[in-house]
């Protein structure tokens, strides 16, 4: 007698779309092709937008077989599920030789032709670290690059919402024409977020460009801008006041040795942004830019400063002295400044007092971050500070300079430390210490 039911099914064929998209969502290309290969539902379930719509591209300069696969994969399923991408990141990892540029621009162009043609959902492009002013960039290759890169931005200019484009280091010129591509249609963007922090090449004075000004006049809704100091004029604090003031959130600042930062700027110009822009704030970002003159003709007290970053990275300076930053400049934000990074070389000068009074005068100090020649004794006194309730920090991250060796010595007393306040750590502290001969 022939038995007419059915076969029993795996209890994966009664999973819900919901819960099986959600299982694709953790797999990788390789994966996912072979799962869609696996029955109808599965199939369909691959063509589901909420697993395409963010996608990051990885293009390896020097790749191995197993890589370009993943690549030719990426970029296959990039264009095939195109049309439901909202987040795309491309990144360029060790490019070494103009052959490969002269690959990548192509692909590039082939792929950015093809999402502007089938797309209409992107609002977040990232490509970072291009680095366009290498020598193997020719100028061919680099000027087509530029080409189909602001076409494509000039299409989706009035969906995107995102750009990040660090690194690019281009000319003022080319620069611009990015830029000016996301107003293209209008002659105004509403994009919110734009990310040119290296943007430009190096040694350009930025801040004096008439170009660079009626650029930035285009952008009608920035909220959160990072870019360079070199950037920075009364002009187009101006600019930002008047176009952006209703939505501007957030200024990310850096400010590094070799790009031009003796401009002058007026306290008024940043008092009158602050005021028609009550909700900013304003994170600052130095790289080896430490001496106390630079400094205070850049941290002007009209500022909203929010974060404060002052890195050194490891160069000594017998000429320069953190006290009078420490003392005179930051105790200035006292009542806004909620995060604190310090990477200094002060083999030649202990600042473990000044240090601790700003964090106490630093009403809001939430984050501290300090690698430098301390005593071990500066964080006994810290955390006692912290249990008393002088100070508010969450988060405290150490690095402890030392001229010898063998720092086994200050090892066991910050055990002993963390013994004392361990009840205060462990419950209320995101706390990471340590010591680091520096000899």
Same mark, same amino acid.
């Given at each position: 007698?022939?038995?007419?039911?059915?076969?029993?099914?795996?209890?994966?064929?009664?999973?819900?779309?919901?819960?099986?998209?959600?299982?694709?969502?953790?797999?990788?290309?390789?994966?996912?092709?072979?799962?869609?290969?696996?029955?109808?539902?599965?199939?369909?379930?691959?063509?589901?937008?909420?697993?395409?719509?963010?996608?990051?591209?990885?293009?390896?300069?020097?790749?191995?077989?197993?890589?370009?696969?993943?690549?030719?994969?990426?970029?296959?399923?990039?264009?095939?599920?195109?049309?439901?991408?909202?987040?795309?990141?491309?990144?360029?990892?060790?490019?070494?030789?103009?052959?490969?540029?002269?690959?990548?621009?192509?692909?590039?162009?082939?792929?950015?032709?093809?999402?502007?043609?089938?797309?209409?959902?992107?609002?977040?492009?990232?490509?970072?670290?291009?680095?366009?002013?290498?020598?193997?960039?020719?100028?061919?290759?680099?000027?087509?690059?530029?080409?189909?890169?602001?076409?494509?931005?000039?299409?989706?200019?009035?969906?995107?919402?995102?750009?990040?484009?660090?690194?690019?280091?281009?000319?003022?010129?080319?620069?611009?024409?990015?830029?000016?591509?996301?107003?293209?249609?209008?002659?105004?963007?509403?994009?919110?977020?734009?990310?040119?922090?290296?943007?430009?090449?190096? +040694?350009?004075?930025?801040?004096?460009?008439?170009?660079? +000004?009626?650029?930035?006049?285009?952008?009608?809704?920035?909220?959160?801008?990072?870019?360079?100091?070199?950037?920075?004029?009364?002009?187009?604090?101006?600019?930002?006041?008047?176009?952006?003031?209703?939505?501007?959130?957030?200024?990310?600042?850096?400010? +590094?040795? +070799?790009?031009?930062?003796?401009?002058?700027?007026?306290?008024?110009?940043?008092?009158?942004?602050?005021?028609?822009?009550?909700?900013?704030?304003?994170?600052?970002?130095?790289?080896?830019?430490?001496?106390?003159?630079? =400094?205070?003709?850049?941290?002007?007290?009209?500022?909203?400063?929010?974060?404060?970053?002052?890195?050194?990275?490891?160069?000594?300076?017998?000429?320069?002295?953190?006290?009078?930053? =420490?003392?005179?400049?930051?105790?200035?934000?006292?009542?806004?400044?909620?995060?604190?990074? =310090?990477? =200094?070389?002060?083999?030649?000068?202990?600042?473990?007092?000044?240090?601790?009074?700003?964090?106490?005068?630093?009403?809001?100090?939430?984050?501290?971050?300090?690698?430098?020649?301390?005593?071990?004794?500066?964080?006994?006194?810290?955390?006692?500070?912290?249990?008393?309730?002088?100070?508010?920090?969450?988060?405290?991250?150490?690095?402890?300079?030392?001229?010898?060796?063998?720092?086994?010595?200050?090892?066991?007393?910050?055990?002993?430390?963390?013994?004392?306040?361990?009840?205060?750590?462990?419950?209320?502290?995101?706390?990471?210490?340590?010591?680091?001969?520096?000899?």
């Amino acid at each position: 007698m022939e038995d007419d039911s059915e076969p029993e099914q795996s209890s994966w064929a009664y999973l819900p779309d919901v819960c099986l998209r959600h299982v694709f969502h953790w797999l990788d290309d390789r994966d996912r092709s072979r799962a869609a290969l696996v029955c109808k539902k599965w199939s369909c379930a691959m063509y589901s937008g909420s697993l395409w719509r963010c996608r990051t591209i990885t293009f390896y300069g020097q790749p191995s077989r197993a890589r370009m696969l993943e690549f030719q994969s990426a970029l296959w399923y990039t264009k095939k599920y195109g049309k439901y991408l909202k987040h795309l990141e491309i990144k360029l990892s060790n490019p070494y030789n103009t052959p490969f540029i002269k690959k990548f621009q192509v692909i590039m162009r082939g792929l950015l032709s093809h999402l502007g043609k089938c797309n209409s959902h992107l609002v977040s492009l990232s490509i970072k670290y291009l680095e366009l002013d290498c020598l193997i960039w020719k100028n061919v290759v680099r000027a087509q690059f530029i080409k189909n890169l602001a076409a494509f931005l000039k299409r989706m200019s009035n969906q995107l919402d995102y750009l990040n484009l660090k690194g690019a280091r281009i000319t003022l010129e080319e620069g611009c024409e990015l830029l000016n591509s996301l107003s293209s249609l209008t002659n105004r963007s509403f994009i919110s977020e734009i990310n040119i922090e290296d943007f430009f090449s190096v +040694h350009l004075s930025v801040y004096s460009s008439a170009l660079f +000004h009626q650029t930035m006049s285009k952008f009608h809704s920035l909220t959160i801008l990072t870019f360079n100091y070199n950037c920075i004029s009364d002009e187009l604090l101006d600019i930002l006041r008047e176009h952006s003031s209703h939505s501007l959130c957030t200024l990310n600042i850096k400010c +590094h040795i +070799h790009d031009p930062h003796g401009q002058v700027v007026s306290g008024m110009s940043w008092a009158n942004l602050a005021k028609r822009a009550p909700k900013l704030n304003v994170n600052f970002f130095f790289e080896r830019v430490m001496k106390h003159d630079h =400094l205070a003709r850049i941290l002007l007290v009209e500022i909203p400063v929010r974060s404060i970053s002052l890195r050194s990275c490891y160069f000594s300076d017998p000429d320069w002295t953190m006290r009078p930053t =420490l003392t005179n400049l930051l105790p200035a934000y006292w009542h806004g400044l909620q995060k604190l990074t =310090l990477e =200094l070389n002060n083999d030649h000068e202990l600042v473990d007092d000044e240090l601790l009074q700003l964090i106490l005068s630093c009403k809001r100090l939430l984050f501290l971050k300090v690698w430098a020649f301390l005593s071990v004794s500066f964080m006994e006194r810290l955390l006692q500070n912290r249990a008393e309730g002088k100070c508010i920090l969450t988060t405290i991250k150490v690095r402890i300079y030392t001229a010898q060796d063998d720092s086994t010595e200050e090892e066991r007393l910050l055990a002993d430390i963390y013994r004392k306040f361990k009840y205060l750590i462990d419950s209320e502290l995101n706390y990471f210490v340590i010591t680091y001969p520096m000899v």
